[in-house]
């Protein structure tokens, strides 16, 4: 189809179905609460986290290893003290047995204050990788495209920032120097077993290898049980979130009992997954224990008789029994720690892989400016689509192959159908997606090549939905532009009607609107969002459906300011309703993805053609 000069129209391609956003089919990563990630992606962010507090971590290990050195002195001494003190006592020497007890207070003394240090400087380092990994996790989310967040819900984002980060949180602080003690402990006792009698020490060495092959046991079984029981916590919360997110129409179709029982049994699951998880550390514990409690026996029989026999001092089978009673103790304490870093594990699994997403709209390597106005110029640029053409991932195609060009200052309605293509177009051209071919190009320069603040400044959409953040009523205009004045902001929403409205709340615009913009009614955040998006002053204004909202005299009031306020900008409204056509210089009706019809709103009524149809439809329903 051919039009007038600067307002050509063409389709390229076949037309091609609406399809649903990637993340639908079955097999779909996105469907999975565990995203695919580098190998070894959890150690590698774990090692990026850590790096910043390198120095303070190696502080915490040298106090640890001291702290250590001095705890496991104690039965040396005692030791000493049963087979070289005492007896001296009895000769009537006080010296050995004093210089026992005050090496024994000191070591005491200097291991609870080094252990007080190391908690200090633990507790830093662990509180610094906590903030450090929340943000990582909130930019991210940030910096990600449209598209992922279209597929992968709130309540898993959720779950990743809170739940995840919580039990990571639990296994720095109360996990690491569990485990750090009890490996320093067991290589000083291994050490000091054999030193204290080698063939006892072998012994107790030996044991070690059923303990590591129970230890290596519960590692397996229980890694795919904390996969599994993060996935349900994080099923909880998605069900909850989208539960209270949607307690309007909840209410009114009556989806209570429904909803009890679909999170009955997200509720249920994890119950299970969470008995799973004791269970397999009670299955630990027993093995280890059994295994703990034979060792010891008979090492004290064996002992017991070497030293009835005069081949063993009584003081070393003490300091043996002491040393083998601190082995054994953590295995409990090992247990709780496998407990918590498997779970940590399965945590920090998921993070890395919502880490290891890359946004599908990328920032430019090398950002083109764009070419400056001339002064006094209009703030219009001229809009081109560029042998475009969309399908989703998964193959749907939405946009057949077209060219189109909006010339500066112009402003263009797209019409049709539900599921023509109209919002596909639009989010092309606000860039939250890229074309699958083809290029879209704001006065020459590609979207893609524009940095992101520059695409943000030139670009503006308004959407149906009229979102508003917790805050004042000023402070939700002005996030079209934060270095606005107040003067600004008002003079922005009398722009669109608003003002009236806004001054009649309690506080004016300090009223705070509350979650969601919950305390005033739809229309009302629709206007709030105009005056949002014209204080932004974009040289290109989308308008997704953006009247939807509002009654006949608010749309009326809204498109009179608007016919002012878009002089010489250029716009691109997408409506169903007919009369927010009266401000366009031009239409294009859509249908199938393929433009069918171009051209200004008087001709085309005038016409035999899809838009008369739609136009008459529109008049009837008046009626």
């Known amino acids: 189809m051919t039009a007038a000069p600067g307002t050509e129209a063409t389709t390229k391609a076949a037309p091609g179905g609406t399809a649903a956003p990637e993340g639908d089919g079955p097999g779909d990563p996105f469907d999975q609460d565990l995203l695919p990630a580098p190998r070894n992606a959890q150690f590698a962010l774990l090692g990026s986290l850590l790096a910043p507090a390198r120095a303070r971590v190696w502080l915490a290990a040298v106090l640890l290893v001291v702290q250590q050195a001095a705890v496991q002195v104690g039965p040396l001494l005692v030791a000493y003290a049963i087979d070289h003190a005492v007896p001296a006592l009895r000769a009537g020497r006080h010296g050995p047995l004093i210089a026992v007890g005050c090496a024994y207070i000191g070591c005491g003394l200097a291991a609870g204050g080094l252990q007080r240090v190391f ?57 690491l120097d569990e485990l750090i003690e009890v490996v320093l402990s067991t290589l000083y006792i291994g050490v000091l077993l054999v030193v204290l009698d080698w063939r006892l020490g072998l012994v107790t060495v030996a044991s070690a290898i059923p303990l590591y092959a129970s230890v290596r046991s519960y590692q397996r079984r229980s890694m795919a049980v904390y996969r599994r029981r993060s996935t349900a916590t994080a099923a909880v919360i998605v069900k909850f979130t989208e539960t209270m997110n949607g307690i309007r129409p909840v209410k009114a179709f009556r989806r209570e009992e429904p909803n009890d029982a679909a999170f009955a049994d997200l509720n249920h699951a994890h119950y299970r997954a969470n008995g799973d998880a004791l269970l397999e550390m009670a299955r630990y514990v027993v093995g280890s224990r059994l295994i703990a409690n034979i060792t010891v026996a008979g090492i004290v029989v064996w002992g017991a008789y070497r030293v009835a026999g005069g081949g063993m001092a009584l003081g070393v089978l003490a300091a043996f029994v002491l040393y083998l009673r601190r082995l054994y103790d953590p295995i409990d304490r090992l247990g709780m720690f496998l407990n918590s870093y498997q779970s940590a594990a399965a945590s920090l699994e998921k993070i890395a892989g919502l880490l290891a997403q890359a946004p599908t709209v990328p920032e430019p390597e090398h950002p083109v400016p764009l070419p400056a106005r001339p002064q006094g110029a209009p703030p219009g640029r001229e809009v081109v689509f560029d042998g475009t053409r969309f399908a989703y991932r998964t193959g749907g195609e939405v946009l057949p192959a077209f060219d189109l060009r909006i010339p500066a200052g112009q402003t263009v309605a797209v019409v049709g159908a539900t599921g023509a293509g109209k919002s596909t177009l639009a989010k092309l051209l606000a860039r ?100 949002r998006a014209l204080l932004a002053d974009p040289a290109v204004l989308i308008l997704d459906e953006a009247t939807s909202s509002l009654d006949i005299p608010g749309e009326q009031a809204v498109q009179h300011a608007m016919a002012t306020v878009l002089r010489g900008r250029t716009a691109v409204v997408i409506a169903h309703r007919l009369s927010t056509v009266e401000i366009a210089d031009r239409v294009l009706v859509m249908r199938d993805g393929r433009v069918v ?25 008046l009626v």
């Open 597 to 621: 019809e171009d051209g200004p709103p008087s001709e085309l009524i005038t016409a035999s053609g899809h838009f008369a149809d739609l136009h008459q439809a529109w008049r009837d329903s």
């Open 119 to 175: 908690i200090r400087t633990a507790a830093r380092v662990s509180q610094d990788v906590l903030v450090d990994l929340r943000g990582r996790i909130f930019r991210h989310a940030q910096s990600l495209s449209l598209d992922f967040h279209e597929r992968y819900t709130s309540g898993r984002l959720i779950s990743r920032a809170t739940s995840d980060v919580e039990t990571i949180r639990e296994l720095l602080n109360d996990g």
């Open 432 to 531: 939250f997606y890229d074309p699958t071919e083809g290029r879209v190009l704001l006065d020459g320069v590609p979207l893609a090549d524009l940095a992101r603040d520059d695409l943000r400044r030139g670009v503006v959409m308004v959407t149906q939905e009229a979102f508003l953040f917790s805050g004042t009523v000023a402070e939700n205009i002005a996030i079209g532009r934060p270095d606005s004045t107040r003067a600004e902001v008002e003079a922005a929403a009398k722009a669109i009607g608003a003002h009236d409205f806004i001054a009649a709340l309690p506080d004016g615009y300090d009223t705070d609107v509350r979650k969601r913009g919950g305390r005033i009614s739809a229309g009302q955040r629709q206007l709030v969002a105009f005056a």
